[in-house]
């Protein structure tokens, strides 16, 4: 049964909507996260400890943490496969170019494929960044966050990536948010309105959420 629905083109986009929630879900709790920068080196610091003791006592050291890490790689495989059997069965369909120009989409929706490869190499980068260390442009310490975080947007190349990344956020949640609702049976007529509102807010308050930190480096406001 569950190969039969993930096979449907119906199941794929379920799999991409239900990923894409999860994934929406811990950009939000990340953005908050990562604002904590603004309240000083020891707020964000000592979060980054709480995270390896959450769920503690019951769960041991990190083991609260690594658990979200499997949930976030397996949505972000189910979403990042999906969309692309998802690409190649609408390339396959429509194997020559339409007579007549279809209608003009939106700029998110156009970019979409796009802004999901690029948001890929995004994450890469960021993890060997400041979770590995291992291009980390300054002297990586661990459990350091804020000093962390200086030394990557204390760099041109960081700032351009970092910034880019988050556009390309944005927009992919703009589209995003509404097509989830669509594929989940909860948009309509009447809510359609409601939704693409709810989703161009989360995609400008994600987006601005997660500029502010670079930008607070930039402007010397986190220092």
Same mark, same amino acid.
């Given at each position: 049964?569950?190969?039969?629905?993930?096979?449907?083109?119906?199941?794929?986009?379920?799999?991409?909507?239900?990923?894409?929630?999860?994934?929406?879900?811990?950009?939000?709790?990340?953005?908050?996260?990562?604002?904590?920068?603004?309240?000083?080196?020891?707020?964000?610091?000592?979060?980054?400890?709480?995270?390896?003791?959450?769920?503690?006592?019951?769960?041991?050291?990190?083991?609260?943490?690594?658990?979200?890490?499997?949930?976030?790689?397996?949505?972000?495989?189910?979403?990042?496969?999906?969309?692309?059997?998802?690409?190649?069965?609408?390339?396959?369909?429509?194997?020559?170019?339409?007579?007549?120009?279809?209608? !003009?989409?939106? &700029?998110?929706?156009? @970019?979409?494929?796009?802004?999901?490869?690029? $948001? /890929? =190499?995004? #994450?890469?980068?960021?993890?060997?960044?400041?979770?590995?260390?291992?291009?980390?442009?300054?002297?990586?310490?661990?459990?350091?966050?804020?000093?962390?975080?200086?030394?990557?947007? !204390?760099?041109? &190349?960081?700032?351009? @990536?970092?910034?880019?990344?988050?556009?390309? $956020? /944005? =927009?992919? #949640?703009?589209?995003?948010?509404?097509?989830?609702?669509?594929?989940?049976?909860?948009?309509?007529?009447?809510?359609?309105?409601?939704?693409?509102?709810?989703?161009?807010?989360?995609?400008?308050?994600?987006?601005?959420?997660?500029?502010?930190?670079?930008?607070?480096?930039?402007? /010397? =406001?986190?220092?």
């Amino acid at each position: 049964m569950a190969r039969t629905v993930w096979d449907s083109s119906v199941g794929k986009k379920t799999v991409m909507a239900v990923s894409g929630i999860v994934m929406l879900l811990y950009l939000v709790a990340h953005m908050i996260g990562n604002l904590k920068i603004f309240f000083g080196p020891e707020e964000i610091n000592h979060y980054a400890r709480w995270l390896r003791t959450m769920g503690g006592p019951v769960l041991h050291y990190e083991w609260g943490l690594w658990i979200a890490r499997v949930v976030l790689v397996v949505a972000v495989v189910a979403h990042a496969t999906s969309a692309y059997q998802l690409s190649r069965r609408d390339i396959k369909a429509r194997p020559s170019k339409y007579v007549h120009k279809k209608p !003009s989409a939106s &700029y998110a929706t156009r @970019t979409m494929r796009w802004g999901g490869i690029i $948001l /890929g =190499l995004f #994450i890469v980068w960021h993890i060997l960044d400041l979770t590995t260390g291992t291009v980390h442009p300054g002297g990586y310490q661990h459990l350091h966050p804020y000093q962390n975080i200086i030394d990557t947007f !204390s760099t041109w &190349y960081g700032n351009v @990536t970092y910034i880019v990344a988050m556009l390309a $956020l /944005g =927009l992919h #949640i703009q589209h995003g948010f509404w097509s989830a609702a669509q594929t989940l049976g909860v948009g309509s007529r009447t809510r359609d309105r409601v939704l693409k509102t709810v989703g161009n807010a989360l995609a400008a308050l994600l987006t601005l959420g997660f500029i502010a930190v670079p930008v607070g480096v930039m402007t /010397g =406001l986190v220092s």
